[in-house]
């Protein structure tokens, strides 16, 4: 039984979820997305009246959380399913502000850390393969068109039932880059040792195959991988 670490990084809505999803089935591992632990916090700031822009107030509510990602892809907080919630606007909108916290963060990279440590897993977020598991055995660094991630973000809204304008969600996902790149503690940005994967031109399955082809290329076949 050989284990491996993936991670996928890069910008809002670069498809980074659902590529990390079909490649975790692939290689029968856990699947991890950081995102909506940062978003967690972020629902659970504005359900408490908490400006989510006041950082020493943010904070001030860690103890206060419990976070659950399930197996299933379920986020639970404080016992309630937040899994839908925490793609309302109202969240997106905000949780750039709080994932550049970094009390924030050194508490969920803790957590994330310790999901890693035993298991084979693929994680998704900003700094996977540069700060949280920087010893991943496959670092991919996946990005798109800010017009494209848009496009795909307004129709993946509008199936889950979230009106929203196309111009507001290319607005936002700017602003996000922004804050996510800037931040000074673990901004967004490539690892040194990451393949960059632009999907702008590529389909879903073309993307999953890219990144599959990767850990073919370091060395993993997938029959050693799936016997456990
Ligand atoms: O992937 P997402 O859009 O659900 O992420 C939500 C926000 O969380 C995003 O604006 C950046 C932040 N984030 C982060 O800073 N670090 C991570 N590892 C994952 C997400």
Do not use: W
């Amino acid at each position: 039984m050989r284990k491996i670490v993936v991670a996928i990084d890069g910008p809002a809505a670069a498809g980074k979820s659902t590529v990390a999803k079909k490649v975790a089935k692939l290689l029968k591992c856990t699947y991890i997305d950081t995102g909506a632990m940062y978003r967690a916090i972020t629902y659970f700031a504005i359900k408490s009246n908490v400006n989510p822009e006041n950082e020493e107030d943010v904070v001030a509510l860690l103890p206060q959380i419990d976070l659950i990602l399930k197996p299933n892809g379920k986020v639970i907080l404080n016992e309630e399913d937040v899994t839908q919630v925490i793609r309302t606007p109202a969240v997106s909108g905000n949780v750039s502000y709080v994932a550049s916290y970094k009390a924030i963060r050194l508490h969920l990279v803790e957590l994330q850390r310790k999901m890693a440590s035993s298991i084979s897993v693929v994680m998704d977020g900003r700094d996977i393969g540069t700060y949280v598991l920087p010893d991943a055995d496959v670092k991919i660094f996946q990005v798109a068109s800010v017009e494209t991630r848009a496009y795909r973000r307004h129709k993946e809204n509008l199936q889950h039932g979230i009106k929203c304008s196309l111009e507001d969600i290319e607005a936002e996902l700017r602003k996000r880059d922004f804050i996510d790149s800037s931040r000074t503690f673990a901004p967004l940005k490539p690892a040194s040792d990451s393949i960059i994967l632009d999907t702008s031109d590529l389909t879903i399955d073309q993307a999953v195959e890219a990144v599959m082809k990767v850990v073919k290329d370091k060395g993993y076949d997938l029959e050693s991988l799936n016997e456990r």
